[in-house]
């Protein structure tokens, strides 16, 4: 059974001009329905959410020993069915059954970390009180926010919403998750065995639905959401988290550029290049993009470049290099910007315009593009590349921050000291030196972006206290040396305060 796509990718089951109460899940090779799901409504959203409130205070309580129990739980069954959960993936997005395996195992390995460290970190600790307040014991303790909206994204539906998903509940707060109306399926997996170790406590709840659903979610209550998907939604989102003063995290798009110096590793850098490129048909937000070769090393690189990608294979099968566009309208924005390039006298090394078929776009390689061109400046999302020549890794650093994005990168050269120089000063949130996504799998560094890229942070330390609030007390020992906290200070206080500021701060 095939349906007509809506402007989501989602295929809805009413007539047009109808509010939709189910849509329908397709898989993007075919275009044949998967299953239906419910459009929830306004009032179902408010419904689940104050369920969610009552299992909040239910998990608080469970302390961080508690939670990590749970959560190792829950990281063992969804570990033991991996191969299940990569099924549900694949068919929602198209991806070969070991790419959607090995996202598993990245979310896997996030809910472990997630679990064993959220105590270490979030536990009320002792701090120094300095000497103006010797007299107060200080500490600094981070508490859950209470329920948290997590509004996911269809390039990596377990990965990328796991990351909110996983610190959020080893925090100590209840999830309300909505999966993007493309992945309802995977969201619906993660819930199901949720509930088979815990069947009385909804921790983690899925609601499913189009954009108007994820709009109620801001609306619902909740005591933050984490948005993850293109800066234009997130825009919307935060217009509609405005409302109720309701925080956001956003994960948003990127342009991520690699930079080849003339000493970098040229074999290693064509391998990173083509994954980080055309791994996932390209869509991952922080693949690379654009890549700026030292003039040196730049026929040599593109010549090996070309070889590789000549073997990537694009397709239906577990055994293709990468699968289908999963967002139908997405082929159009790779289509523009390919035509834009060309138009304004980029060169195609590999494929072209005639790349661009149905539902799957061949691997493309476009050269000599010019900066202010949309395959530039603009995340195209697809299985493209711009490769460009620059004299030298100085130049390559100011055209790598010449975009309004800003969240990962790569520097490949084999002076790891340089290499980490030029990281410092890429203006993203992230850099790999001599890899791509190399930040992505390692559970204690924080991942997000800065600019058109989104704020916040999920991942490490940093994504644990996304999800807390600081929570500050001191506790009087004695009564203070200098009695400055009160309306009749008495001159020898002053005075002796006075000379402290000079002595400490005015030398």
Partial sequence: ????????????????????????????????ALADYPVATAADVTAVVERARAAAQWWEAQGFRGRRGWLLEFKKAIASDAA???????????KPHDDALLEVMLAVEHLDWAARNARKVLETRRVRSGLVSINQA??????????????????????????????????????????????????????????????????????????????ELCRAGVDKIAFTGSGPTARKVMAVCAETLTPLVAECGGKDAMLVAEDADLDQAVE?????????????????????????????????????VSRIRPGSGNDSSYGPMT??????????????????????????????????????????????????REETFGPTVVVNKVRGLEEGVERANATSYGLGASVF???????REIANRLRTGMVSVNSVLGFA?????????????????????????????????TVQRFSAPLNLLTLERSARDMKISAWMLRSRHGR
Wanted: with cysteine.
């Fill in 272 to 308: 990173f290049a083509a994954f980080g490129a055309f791994g996932n048909a390209g869509q991952t937000c922080a693949g690379v993009e654009r890549i700026y070769v030292d003039e040196s090393v730049y026929q040599l690189f593109m010549d090996k470049l070309t070889t590789a």
């Fill in 84 to 94: 299940g959960l990569a099924t549900v993936v694949s068919a929602e997005t198209g």
């Fill in 413 to 419: 050269t084999k002076n790891k000291s340089r290499g």
């Fill in 138 to 215: 200080a500490t600094l303790g981070y508490q859950p926010l209470g329920v948290v909206g997590v509004i996911g994204p269809w390039n990596y539906p377990v990965y990328t919403p796991m990351g909110s998903i996983s610190y959020a509940l080893a925090a100590g707060n209840a999830i309300v998750f909505k999966p993007s109306e493309l992945t309802p399926g995977v969201g619906k997996w993660l819930e199901q065995k949720w509930h088979s170790l815990a069947p009385s406590q909804p921790v983690l709840q899925v609601i499913t639905g189009l954009g108007a659903t994820g709009a």
């Fill in 441 to 473: 799998a390692i559970p204690s560094l924080p991942f997000g972006g800065i600019g058109e890229s989104g704020f916040g942070r999920i991942h490490g330390a940093d994504g644990l206290r996304e999800f807390s609030r600081p929570k500050a007390v």
């Fill in 1 to 32: 059974m095939t349906r007509e796509l809506s402007s989501s990718g989602a295929a809805p089951t009413t007539p047009p001009g109808e509010t939709p109460t189910t849509f329908a899940s397709l898989d993007p090779r075919t275009g044949t």
């Fill in 327 to 376: 967002l139908p309208r997405q082929i159009g924005i790779v289509r523009n910007h390919i035509d834009d390039a060309l138009s304004r006298g980029a060169r195609a090394v590999v494929g072209g315009i005639g790349s661009v078929h149905e539902r799957f776009v061949d691997p493309v390689i476009l050269t000599e593009v010019p900066e202010e061109s949309s395959a530039v």
